[in-house]
Every structure is written in structure tokens, then in C-alpha cells.
């Protein structure tokens, strides 16, 4: 230990530690390596079909009415910039509708989608190119975290990237390799919030209650859907996409059927993580500037702070999933759709359960976790005791 101190290098405690990080860090490399090992079945048939980038020379015909409205379709020059004609100069159309073409313009980028058969070319414009806005915006986003949250923006910047990062390569190569889904999104929520936790608080009594308390608030979501599931008859077969997911389960033999839930506990986690950090973190300093307090003061000064944030952390998941059905809702308010109607409809059934199930979750999350930094944090009050040292 003396050796540590005097050459200034990391402590033999820390040294440990790192080198722990290390090997895990190796470990799930090679899981996740492992994990995306895996050949698809072709669901549709691409052959020679590929999407390249291109950019438009020239309006040949153009498709704006007098009233501003398009119509039919744009006959456009474009100089394709990559692909097999990379270089080439090819005259295609692009269609009018709102999923699929664009409005080209003179110098505009677009994504075109073509099938190449000896000298025949099909081509035609799929969508404008917003790759590089895509890019741009994330890296504003990350760089406005790193500003505003300093060392602490920066490791949440590295939360997120690793939480994106097993949500691709960890998530869906298990979800189709026919692992559980539900067990599946418990084990995803399970890392994210055991890398993001770690990151923000380090290794601490905080940390510990934070991902204890998170895990739990995001079962008990599950558990909430799950019983709502049962007395509904709302089910993951009931989803507007479902045929296409029924094609995934007679190819691969994925679960599509407890998608529904898989997903609700993802779309938990953030609002349970944010009020399990919140009240750990809050409660520490409290009791770390009074160490005097007895468990049952911890317990009573936790729930005065976490009572203020599951109302809002309840709306905020509320508001997330109407807001995502606000298109039908507004279908449903022009048809002038009977109430017994709309209230029993599946897709309404389903936002309500989502919503509700979440808010269960942030909720009973707020004593469990308040109940934990109790038991964790009473006897050892942190900085105020290494101030006395």
C-alpha cells in the first residue's frame, strides 16, 4: 500500500477495481460478439435490390400544381454516389406520397432505391438523405450534455451510448434468437442501469440503492402490465402490427406475443432510474449532513422527497404514451366515435395500460428505494464522517 501512495499510482483497492471493470468489459465483449453470431432468414426477397446515395442534377418534370400541391410523380436527373453506378448520371422518378419520395430540389441529397439487371436499371427516389442531420443533432445533443453537466454530462453521454448500444447489438439478437422477451428487457434494463448508475454515482452506497431500486420499480411495471393484461383480455397479439410479427413466429419461433410487455419495461426504465438516482442521491446528502438521524427520520425525510417527484415523473410517462397515439386519438375525435367505442378498443386499451402500468412502477419504486437507502445508508453517513477523519 505504501508503494501505491509514494510513486503516486492508483491505490492497490483501486487497482483491483479497474482491473475487475477490465475483464468484464472483455466478458461481454465477447457475449455480445457471440450473440450476433447469427444467419437470418430472408423474410423478402432483395436480390439486386440496394439503396445508394445520390444527388439531383436536374428537374426534368416536375410534379407542384398551381395551388402548391404535388401530383403523380417528378421525373429527376440524379449522379449517384455510391453503389454499383457510382459516378453515373440516371434519370428516375420520385413519387408524390408522404411515406416514400421526396420534393427533390436542384443539389439535393436523396436515398435511391434501385435494382441492377445487366444494363437494365429500376430506380427510383426512396427518401431525402438525412443521415449526416441524424449525426449532427446527436452529436449537438451529447456535446450540450457534456457543456451544461460537465464530468458528470460526459459519463451520462457514455450511458447513453451504451445503453443505445446494447439496445442493437444485445436486445433484438436475443429477442430473435427466441430467448424470453420479457426476461430478455429485464436483463437489458438490468445492465443499462448497472453501466449508466456506476457512471453517475461510482462505487457507492448511492449507486447500490439507485439500481435496486430502479430493477424494482421496473418489475413491479411488468408485473402491473401483466395483471392489467389479465383482466382485460388485452394481450401482445392485439398490436396494429401484428401480422407482419406472426411471420418472425412461424420462421423463427420469436415470443412476439410478450413483445408488448418486453417493450413497456424499456420505456419504464428512464422515469424509474431517473426517481431511484433522484431519491438516493437526495436522501445521501441529507442524511450525510446529519448523521443524527434515526432510520424512521431517514425513511420520513425520503418520502417527503420522493413524493414530489413520482407526480411528475407519472406524468411525464402518461403524457409519452398519448402522446404517441395523439394521430388515432384525433381520428377517433373526427369520426365522432361512440365512447364504449373508443374506451374498448385495443390500441386505446393498450396506450392506458402502458401509461398506467409505468406510473405503478415509478410510484411503488419510491419506498422501495427509500426503504433501501435506509437499510444501506443508516450507520454510515459518508461525508460527514470523512470530514471528521
Not at 453537466?149 to 433484438?172: E, N
Not at 383480455?233 to 406472426?246: C, R
Not at 419495461?265 to 438516482?277: K, P
Not at 414530489?308 to 365522432?336: E, H, K, P, R
Amino acid at each position: 500500500m505504501y508503494f501505491f501512495k509514494k510513486t503516486g499510482l492508483p491505490s492497490k483497492k483501486t487497482a483491483v477495481r479497474y482491473l475487475i471493470i477490465l475483464v468484464l468489459i472483455c466478458l461481454f465483449g465477447i457475449f455480445v460478439v457471440r450473440i450476433n453470431d447469427v444467419e437470418k432468414t430472408e423474410l423478402v426477397v432483395r436480390s439486386g435490390q440496394t439503396f445508394e446515395k445520390a444527388e439531383v442534377i436536374e428537374i426534368i418534370q416536375d410534379n407542384l400544381q398551381e395551388n402548391g400541391t404535388r401530383v403523380g410523380e417528378q421525373r429527376v436527373k440524379v449522379r449517384m454516389l455510391t453503389g454499383e453506378k457510382e459516378g453515373e448520371e440516371l434519370e428516375i422518378t420520385s413519387s408524390s406520397g408522404y411515406l416514400f419520395g421526396a420534393a427533390c430540389e436542384v443539389g439535393m441529397q436523396v436515398i435511391v432505391m434501385q435494382s441492377v439487371s445487366g444494363d437494365t436499371v429500376v430506380a427510383s427516389v426512396y427518401t431525402q438523405d438525412r443521415e449526416w442531420v441524424i449525426y449532427i443533432f446527436a452529436a449537438l445533443y451529447l456535446l450540450a450534455l457534456a457543456l451544461v453537466g460537465g464530468w458528470q454530462g460526459i459519463k451520462a453521454c457514455l450511458g447513453l451510448v451504451f445503453t443505445f448500444f446494447s439496445m442493437i447489438f444485445v436486445y433484438l439478437p436475443m429477442i430473435y434468437r427466441g430467448y424470453s422477451t420479457f426476461w430478455t428487457a429485464v436483463f437489458l434494463c438490468f445492465i443499462t442501469t448497472l453501466v449508466t448508475m456506476y457512471l453517475i454515482g461510482g462505487p457507492s452506497r448511492k449507486t447500490v440503492a439507485a439500481i435496486a431500486g430502479t430493477l424494482a420499480g421496473v418489475v413491479i411495471a411488468g408485473v402491473s402490465a401483466q395483471l392489467f393484461s389479465l383482466a382485460s383480455g388485452i394481450t401482445g397479439y392485439n398490436v396494429s402490427d401484428i401480422e407482419s410479427l406472426m411471420t418472425l413466429w412461424n420462421t423463427e419461433g420469436i415470443q412476439v406475443g410478450s413483445l408488448l410487455f418486453s417493450g413497456l419495461l424499456i420505456s419504464a426504465l428512464g422515469a424509474v432510474m431517473d426517481v431511484a438516482m433522484s431519491v438516493s442521491s437526495s436522501l445521501q446528502e441529507i442524511y450525510s449532513q446529519n448523521p443524527s438521524m434515526t432510520r424512521f427520520e431517514i425513511f420520513k425525510s425520503g418520502m417527503h422527497v420522493g413524493r414530489d417527484m413520482m407526480g411528475t415523473d407519472s406524468n411525464t410517462l402518461i403524457l409519452a404514451f398519448v402522446g404517441g397515439s395523439v394521430s388515432t386519438l384525433l381520428l377517433d375525435y373526427a369520426y365522432d366515435l361512440p365512447y364504449l367505442q373508443i374506451i374498448n378498443s385495443n390500441n386505446i386499451g393498450i396506450s392506458i395500460m402502458q401509461g398506467l402500468a409505468g406510473s405503478f412502477g415509478v410510484v411503488l419504486c419510491v419506498p422501495l428505494t427509500v426503504l433501501i437507502c435506509t437499510a444501506l445508508y443508516y450507520g454510515h453517513p459518508g461525508k460527514q464522517a470523512r470530514k471528521s477523519e
